[in-house]
């Protein structure tokens, strides 16, 4: 990990440059869906990725929630956020729990730097030992690769009175990876010169079935919600099996 990198020294710029994404309306509808599979009000809730907390802040209202990350630059940022939530630092693929919980969440394609299989399938097993029989998780999965477009551009800006930025990508793909190189351009008042640094992303297109199968074979019950937060992408939701 980068100190300097993305998630590091430059962890300011995410929430900057993700204005644009509705955190509070993605809360209520996990809050709804949550509800639906019988999670009530005050259940213990983690998030694995948590990134900067603006889902947890959210769902704050509703739950006792707590999460972790694995880039202390994002949990730097959360925790002013949420200054009386356990928010800690761990890798998705051997994080422990005090206790188990009652929901977990993985939003926003966590899962996809999750990679290769055997990673995956630690991450998962990590999962299921956090959650309580009966407990649900909620996962949020990258693209699979027919939903992935190879040369497909992206350009995102964002602006205050002391900060601009831009950010470019061209997709690539190796294998069954996707390969995003985010091009920054950074404007600081006062600064003599435009910061330039490239935000590499590997992403993995786990086949659908695989995700799926991988949950099942950690002891939950799954079904695909195809209306997720993001196009294409979809929910993995499930139930953690009694035995």
């Not at 802040?57 to 002013?80: P, T």
């Not at 956090?130 to 350009?155: H, I, N, Q, Y």
């Not at 404007?187 to 297109?205: I, L, N, P, S």
């Not at 695989?210 to 993001?230: H, K």
Request: with cysteine; aromatic share 10%.
């Amino acid at each position: 990990m980068d100190p300097d990198g993305m998630y590091g020294a430059r962890a300011e710029y995410y929430d900057a440059i993700y204005h644009w994404k509705n955190y509070q309306a993605e809360a209520e509808r996990l809050h709804a869906l949550l509800g639906a599979e019988g999670i009530p009000d005050g259940a213990r809730v983690l998030e694995a990725g948590c990134g900067t907390g603006s889902h947890l802040q959210h769902l704050h209202q509703w739950y006792d929630v707590a999460g972790f990350d694995l880039n202390e630059g994002m949990l730097g940022i959360a925790r002013k956020k949420l200054s009386n939530v356990s928010l800690f630092r761990a890798d998705m693929v051997d994080f422990v729990t005090p206790e188990p919980v009652d929901a977990l969440l993985s939003l926003f394609s966590s899962i996809g730097y999750v990679h290769p299989e055997n990673r995956l399938r630690s991450a998962v097993q990590a999962f299921a030992r956090a959650v309580r029989p009966g407990g649900v998780v909620v996962v949020e999965p990258w693209l699979t690769e027919a939903d992935f477009k190879v040369g497909s551009t992206s350009m995102e800006t964002a602006e205050s009175k002391d900060l601009k930025l831009c950010r470019a990508c061209i997709s690539g793909k190796e294998g069954s990876l996707s390969i995003l190189n985010f091009h920054w351009l950074v404007v600081r008042a006062g600064a003599q010169d435009v910061e330039h640094f490239v935000d590499r992303h590997v992403v993995w297109m786990c086949p659908r079935e695989l995700l799926i199968a991988t949950f099942d074979n950690a002891g939950f019950d799954v079904r695909w919600e195809p209306n997720g937060f993001s196009k294409s992408r979809g929910l993995i939701v499930g139930r953690r099996r009694s035995c």
